[in-house]
């Protein structure tokens, strides 16, 4: 697609309930990436992947959570037996390649996030 | 471990006023990059400007300047004769390269809410 897609844009839930967020990438893109942002602070990196395979994952904050990529496109990030402190915006950025030689300079594109509220 | 501190939580600016936005980093690495996002009203992230650790000359796109400054870990952001359209949060982020390779991991500051006041 034209942007970073990601479903869906509002959740609620109940504590104790699982979620499960969608990312769509920009199609080609390589890597993608899930943030959490909390109010009033800047986006945290939970993982990320390379095509399909998990390359980092140290950023999730428990096992309640993980992520999966299975055919290198669209990525969902489930939330088993939500908190409230897991409310958040949760941002999916994709981008072209690797980057050069790990250089850090890749530019991510950013979707508009997913809202969750856990009540 | 790396960081970057963005000290202004909210800054407010009469229009075609300049403001800038500081951002200090730290870090380890000899080698990283240093970025601006802009987080408007609506929410999305985007992407304003990466600049490399070896490329400390000033960069100017229209209203908008950046000052890198390698002895202060410094990199402000300047906007100049502001509009309302800037309104917006900031965010000032920095990359580490070759920790990990492909990983484009960003550690974000905390961001700084620019209100531009008609």
């Known amino acids: 697609g034209a942007g970073v897609s990601q479903s869906p844009r509002y959740k609620v839930t109940k504590r104790g309930q699982d979620v499960a967020l969608r990312c769509d990438p920009i199609?080609?893109?390589?890597?993608l990436y899930w943030y959490r942002q909390a109010l009033g602070q800047g986006p945290e990196f939970l993982t990320y992947?390379?095509?399909?395979?998990?390359?980092?994952k140290s950023g999730l904050p428990n096992d309640r959570f993980s992520a999966e990529r299975p055919e290198g496109s669209i990525s969902t990030l489930t939330i088993q037996r939500t908190e409230q402190r897991d409310s958040a915006m949760y941002r999916c950025a994709s981008s072209p390649d690797f980057g050069v030689a790990g250089s850090g300079a890749n530019v991510l594109t950013f979707g508009a996030g997913s809202r969750l509220t856990v009540l | 471990a790396q960081k970057v501190t963005q000290a202004q939580t909210e800054i407010s600016v009469v229009e075609k006023e300049d403001v800038t936005l500081d951002c200090v980093y730290e870090?380890?690495?000899?080698?990283?990059?240093l970025f601006w996002y802009k987080q408007p009203p609506s929410g999305e992230l985007v992407f304003l400007i990466r600049?490399?650790?070896?490329?400390?000359q000033n960069e100017i796109s229209g209203r908008y300047s950046w000052n890198f400054q390698k002895s202060t870990s410094s990199f402000n952001f300047t906007i100049t004769a502001s509009q309302v359209v800037d309104s917006a949060v900031y965010f000032c982020a920095l990359s580490e390269a070759f920790q990990n390779f492909g990983n484009e991991k960003l550690t974000f500051g905390t961001g700084t809410r620019l209100t531009i006041i008609p």
């Open positions: 199609s080609g893109h390589v890597s």
């Open positions: 870090t380890r690495d000899t080698t990283y990059y």
């Open positions: 600049r490399n650790s070896f490329d400390e």
């Open positions: 992947f390379n095509y399909e395979a998990q390359q980092d």
